[in-house]
Structures are given as C-alpha cells and as structure tokens.
T-cell receptor, first 117, second 110 residues
C-alpha cells in the first residue's frame, strides 16, 4: 500500500512562494500513475490544485494555473508543489494524493500552511 | 466546468438509521466519474465509492452509491458510530482535466 508524506514550511509570507514536497513509499512516482495535490482551507471544503503524470505531464486547476508548478523527482521518489505569489487565501492543509478511478485513493496526512506576515 | 451541489448541508441521524446523501451535478456526465469520500476531523479524506457505484477496497457494504447523469446518491444502510463525519462527492472531467468537489454534507449524531 502506497504511503504519502508531505512536508514543508508551516508559515509563508504574503507574496512569497509556498514549496512542499511529498515522499512516496510503497510505490514509485515513475509508475504509470497520476499524482495530485488537493488543499483544504480552514473549515472549508476540498479543492484540487493540480496533477502530474510519471512522464512529467501536468494539469492544473485553472484558478491556480498561473501560479502553480508541480514536479517529480524520481531519484528521491517524491513530488513537489510550488505556489507563487501567495495570499491569505492560500492558507490551507495541503494533501498529496494518488489519482485512481477518477478520484484520489491514497492520501498523505496533510501539511498545514499559513500565509501570514 | 461541472458544479456539484450536495444536500442536505447537515444530516442528523441516530445509529442504526439509514442515511441518504445527495450530490447533483450541473451537467450530465455519461461516464459517471463520480466519487464519494468520508472525512473525519483532523484526518485526510478516505475514498468510499468510485465510478458512482463501486466500493473502494476495504469499504464496508453498508456504504453504497447509485445514480447517473446529474443525480447521485450515497446511502449508508445502517449507521454505525464511526460513520458520523463529513462526506464529499467529487467529479472528474477529462477535457480539460478538472476535479471538482461538492461542498460536503455533515452527518451528525442525533
């Protein structure tokens, strides 16, 4: 069973860049899977951020597309999320997930990011 | 972009009762790529149902999904204490790729 573990700074300054990593164990980011980031603002619902395929193809939520980059590092078996020009609206728990069956079958525990000065 | 509307916002029931949660899509999807999740406080969501009606691995058979087109339902046949949580529906569109979530239904103990 695949295990996902997110990590990154818990606090990011407004207008800065949010950078997170997700280490995958029990599976390979080089396998024929899509990997995705989903976020959840405090007390709110879920929002898809974007996804990446093992070959590097990416798709992003149109509302975030101008600011987000998702990448893979096969040597470290991890994926990364970079979100630029952050505002308080980007404060959320960020989840790393594996895409399967049109949804997300494996989730990390999530990492909380607060955007504040 | 498909918009998903879940109802009711909150459902208060007792253990042993039957729960019926609704998810309505703004556009019909012939592929029925509709997924349901359960989320408990402080935890990541858990995949329950995919393809509108197929249970994910390890999900008890008291959970069932149904529906097609624009109207989908998650049914919990007999509520157990651990079922009280927030439930989300989610849809996948392939062109362009987009995953959309409903706003959630909170299932509370009455």
């Amino acid at each position: 069973q695949v295990h996902l573990q997110e990590s990154g700074p818990g606090l990011v300054r407004p207008s800065g860049t949010l950078s997170l990593t997700c280490v995958v164990s029990g599976g390979s980011v080089s396998s024929a899977n899509w990997w995705s980031w989903v976020r959840q603002a405090p007390g709110k619902g879920l929002e898809w951020v974007g996804e990446i395929y093992h070959g590097g193809t990416t798709n992003y939520n149109p509302s975030l597309k101008r600011r987000v980059i998702i990448s893979l590092d096969a040597s470290k078996n991890q994926l990364s999320l970079n979100l630029t020009s952050v505002t308080a609206a980007d404060t959320a728990v960020y989840y790393c997930t594996r895409v399967w069956g049109g949804g997300f079958d494996s989730w990390g525990q999530g990492t909380r990011v607060t955007v504040s000065s | 972009e498909i918009v998903l509307t879940q109802s009711p916002g909150t459902l208060s029931l007792s253990p042993g009762e039957r729960a019926t949660l609704s998810c309505r899509a703004s556009q019909s999807d012939p592929n029925n790529l509709l997924v349901w999740y359960q989320q408990k406080p402080g935890q990541a969501p858990r995949l329950l149902i995919y393809g509108a009606s197929s249970r994910a691995t390890g999900i008890p058979d008291r959970f069932s999904g149904s529906g097609s087109g624009t109207d989908f339902t998650l049914t919990i046949s007999s509520l157990e204490a651990e079922d009280f949580a927030v439930y989300y529906c989610q849809h996948y569109s392939g062109s362009p790729p987009m995953y959309t979530f409903g706003q959630g239904t909170r299932l509370d103990i009455k």
